[in-house]
């Protein structure tokens, strides 16, 4: 690493993500440090340039207030006491808190996707040497960058592994072979799971039993296709820095052990690769266009594990589960040329296991009913409904009763969460 590093330690902020965030924003790198930090761990980091002693509303843990070690104050930075950084950011003031940054800290304004990468590809390069890593791309924003990352550092020592489960959107698994397979020409294995996981799911009515068999039957793919190849010493993983960054910390540790998302069997040990563990998902977006992917694949918006699985409710059938497909594709597309792709926070079409009466070329029809949902939200623990525009819902209504073979009704559902969860399953 050589960038320029300001590190926050938590003393019982609920701030430390947003003022990292907002360090970086003005161009200078920052972690996030539990307050036990020793002397020694912050001396193996040759590029701190001041330290940020950030306070808030708990900083007790088991009934005692918590501090840093006397130890660290002879690091030789500029130190900075706790609630002054807060108070600015509160107050929008980011002046003062750049005065100290460029003025008192000397730190000089070069994080960067240009640096970053750079430096990721020279310590990957180290790490890994001539070993193999083995990936699973999903597609989704993380394990594609962490994907593109890896090809970039160290070409076809990584393989990657996208496990079509038959629960993708229209076009993803063609996307993931087009991008990674021929123009980054990495070395991909493409699994067709997709009779394997619907057979599997043949029946299954309840969301919690479908979401753990797609779970549970994705690790025994992965696991299969690990266990072909020879000589993997390493995972990699698209873990991010929410996942570790505890944001509004009760215990004061602010960096916390994280469960990877393994699941692998004990003999299948490998170490983990986590180049994107630093980053915030706008900086991992950022990282993703540095290095070249796709805008649709880089600003696309979140996507469930279980896919289309939790969309088409109730057991799933292959012919509701591409009506799902279809209407959903018809959606995005209608959204892209109304020019709300990246303004709408998730937007998607669901099936639910009921069909209605309607009229078709002048005779009875008996098909499903096609559900639009589009919802803006901060964190997805609340969210707002996307008030759509007449035409265009009009519009997307009759796309989809002209083009998706047995719908006959399309609803909006204008719940917002809560009551209504974001996905109906
Ligand atoms: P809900 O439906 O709980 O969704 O309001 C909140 C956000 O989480 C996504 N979601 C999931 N993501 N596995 C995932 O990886 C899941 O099982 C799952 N269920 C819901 C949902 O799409 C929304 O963005």
Known sequence: MKQDMIVIIDLGSEENSRLAREIRALGVYSEIYPHDITL?????????KGVILNGGPNNVVDGE????????????????AYDFPKALCE?????????WLFNVCKAEANWNMANFVADQVELLRKQIGDKKVLLALSGGVDSSVVAALLIKAVGKNVTCVHVNHGLLRKGEPEQVINVFGKELDA???YVDAVDRFLNKLEGVTDPEQKRKIIGAEFIRVFEEEARKLEGIDFLGQGTIYPDIVESGTKTGKAVKAHHNVGGLPDDLKFELVEPLKYLFKDEVRACGK?????????????????????????????????????SDAILREEFDNAGLRGKVWQYFTLIPDVKSVGVRDNARSFEWPVIIRAVNTIDAMTASIEPLPYDLLAKITARILSEVKGVNRVLYDITPKPTGTIEWE
């Open 40 to 48: 020694a761990e912050l001396k193996a980091n040759q590029n701190i």
């Open 290 to 326: 540095e290095l070249g992917l796709p805008d649709n694949m880089v600003y696309r918006q979140p996507f469930p594990g279980p896919g289309l699985g939790v969309r088409c409710l109730g057991a799933i059938t292959r012919d509701r589960l591409e009506a799902v497909r279809e």
């Open 65 to 80: 207030e918590i501090n840093v070690k006397e130890e660290i104050y002879s690091l030789g930075v500029p130190f900075v």
């Open 91 to 99: 107050k929008g003031d980011e002046s003062n808190l750049k005065s």
């Open 187 to 189: 070395d991909l294995v």
